[in-house]
């Protein structure tokens, strides 16, 4: 397949091209960008570097991907933002490189960005995730596979959510989202697990049980995290989710909503 640039796109001539890419009018790539084979950007598709992308990602119009972070404290060090494969980033979406010399902002595969999303500095976003339109996460945040950001969700810095986990549209994010779990509110609490969601990634009934019983244990019964973590230990789980679970508790430096 032939790679296919617009006469109005303009690419620096450090830029790597993969096979068959598709730049569309007016887009901007800059030094040291690398867009891996069958990459797609509709138009008015801003790139900055250093940035890797792999394949097959979709860019929408007007996304500005690779800026430098908006982190103070950078001084201009070079900083990196590197993006797996099969990704597509909607309308206005931004994502910025990280700030520490060297490091790296992360995006995995198969992500789907939906229009405003903004993904900052040092930010650490796993496989499958959905972001709606104008999740934002802070800098230094970690997502983990299969997470689902409501529209309108802000993340503070330095939290996590964990894998599977869903938040609700407008949430206020200022502690860490276990696994497999489903928050909600401003500011955001955990509500239940994730039934649906599992269910539908093929989640056994048996596992489903055991994470409502976690839940329980976390969220109802007025056990302070310690005593609800050793009472995890007696959750008979063969697939290991329950385990997921507390290793993401008891390892949490910001608490869990």
């Given amino acids: ?18 096979d068959g890419v598709r730049i569309g009018p ?20 801003t790139v900055e570097g250093p940035t890797q992308i792999g394949p097959d990602n979709r860019f929408f119009a007007y996304g500005s ?15 990196y933002l590197k993006i797996g494969k099969g990704n597509t980033f909607r309308e206005f979406v931004t ?25 900052a500095h040092d930010c650490e976003v796993g496989d499958y995730v959905i972001f709606s339109n104008n999740a934002t996460l802070g800098g230094h945040v970690k997502v983990g596979d299969h997470a689902i950001i409501g529209g309108l969700t802000a993340v503070h810095q330095f939290c996590r959510i964990g894998e599977h986990a869903m938040t609700g549209g407008c949430c206020k994010i200022v502690q860490d989202i276990p696994p497999f779990f489903l928050a909600d509110g401003n500011p ?5 697990i994730n039934q649906v969601g599992l269910q539908r990634r093929g989640f056994p009934e048996e596992t489903v049980r055991a994470l409502k019983t976690a839940f329980r244990k976390l969220y109802r019964e007025n056990l302070n995290v310690s005593v609800a973590l050793a009472a995890l230990e007696d959750i008979d789980d063969p697939k290991g989710a329950v385990r997921i679970l507390a290793e993401f508790v008891a390892t949490t430096d910001r608490g869990i909503h």
């Avoid at 007016?26 to 598709?45: A, N, S, T």
């Avoid at 520490?100 to 198969?110: E, Q, R």
Wanted: proline share 4%.
């Fill in 65 to 79: 991907i690779g800026q430098q972070t908006q982190d103070l404290k950078y001084q201009g060090e070079p900083t």
């Fill in 1 to 18: 397949m032939s790679t296919e640039i617009h006469p109005t796109a303009i690419i620096d001539c450090s830029a790597t091209i993969g």
């Fill in 188 to 192: 955001a609490r955990v509500r239940a």
């Fill in 26 to 45: 007016y887009c901007i790539i800059g030094k040291h960008v690398e867009i891996g084979d069958g990459c797609w950007l509709q138009h008015h598709v």
């Fill in 95 to 119: 994502v910025n490189r990280a700030t520490a010399p060297g490091s790296a902002t992360t995006i995995g595969d198969h992500g789907n960005f939906l229009a405003y999303t903004h993904i």
